[in-house]
């Protein structure tokens, strides 16, 4: 089956800096890889994805790479703010299932 | 749209007890799952369901049931309970319409405890 690996575990940048946080998958198959943010105490929620037919997908500060010969791909959080702070997974998929890494801690220090 | 909703939020067990988990969803999807959340571990997948009166073994499915017999529905069983259980359960839904375009909706949660 699918195997996602995901670093760092924990981040810890200064507000406006940038934050980025990797992903390997192992199924060449998959061709779906979303990111859900959770805050503390909250469900995991879509922040992002990108289709395996794209390279980069952004959404205002948010980014997310694919190199699908690799089989790796990126998000990139560009002016960090507080509330930014939060676990982020990432999920890969070649069907109806998800397979998560297990989560990246994102801390912005004011 | 109430989304995803989960019963009960927390629950408190001692071990060998049973208890069922109940996710319902209001979006007419097709695809339902349940997770747990472990501190370090992400989210694992204990069981899901493809369509109405159909589920299926994830990825840590030992100790635990589930039932379809609802499409708006997932129930999510532990027969004898166990400390190992403990952790925080989420359901998710997800339309077959999005086909390997798989975007989960998650619902709010259950923190279970078993002592």
């Known amino acids: 089956g699918e195997n996602v690996e995901q670093h760092p575990s924990t981040l810890s940048v200064q507000e406006g800096d940038s934050a980025v946080i990797k992903c390997t998958y192992s199924?060449?198959?998959?061709?779906?890889f979303p990111w859900y943010k959770q805050e503390l105490g909250k469900r995991p929620q879509l922040i992002i994805d990108?289709?395996?037919?794209?390279g980069e997908k952004k959404d205002q500060r948010i980014a997310v790479t694919l190199n699908k010969t690799a089989k790796h791909f990126s998000l990139h959080i560009t002016e960090t703010q507080p509330e930014d702070s939060a676990v982020y997974f990432c999920?890969?998929?070649?069907?109806?299932?998800?397979?998560f890494g297990k989560g990246t801690k994102l801390s912005v220090i004011p | 749209n109430a989304g995803v909703t989960q019963t009960p939020k927390f629950r408190v067990l001692k071990t060998g007890q049973s208890m069922t988990l109940l996710c319902a969803q209001d979006?007419?999807?097709?695809?339902m799952y349940w997770y747990r959340q472990d501190p370090g571990m992400g989210l694992r997948l204990i069981h899901y369901?493809?369509?109405?009166?159909?589920?299926a073994k994830g990825e840590v499915p030992d100790g635990y049931n589930v039932s379809r017999l609802k499409k708006q529905n997932f129930l999510l069983g532990l027969e004898s309970a166990a400390p190992s259980q403990t952790s925080v359960y989420f359901c998710?839904?997800?339309?077959?319409?999005?086909?390997?375009?798989?975007?989960?909706?998650f619902g709010p949660g259950t923190r279970l405890t078993v002592l």
């Open positions: 998710a839904s997800s339309s077959r319409a999005s086909g390997v375009y798989n975007e989960q909706f």
């Open positions: 199924d060449s198959a998959s061709n779906y």
């Open positions: 990108i289709r395996s037919n794209v």
């Open positions: 999920a890969a998929s070649g069907s109806y299932q998800l397979t």
């Open positions: 979006m007419n999807h097709e695809y």
């Open positions: 369901s493809v369509g109405e009166g159909t589920t």
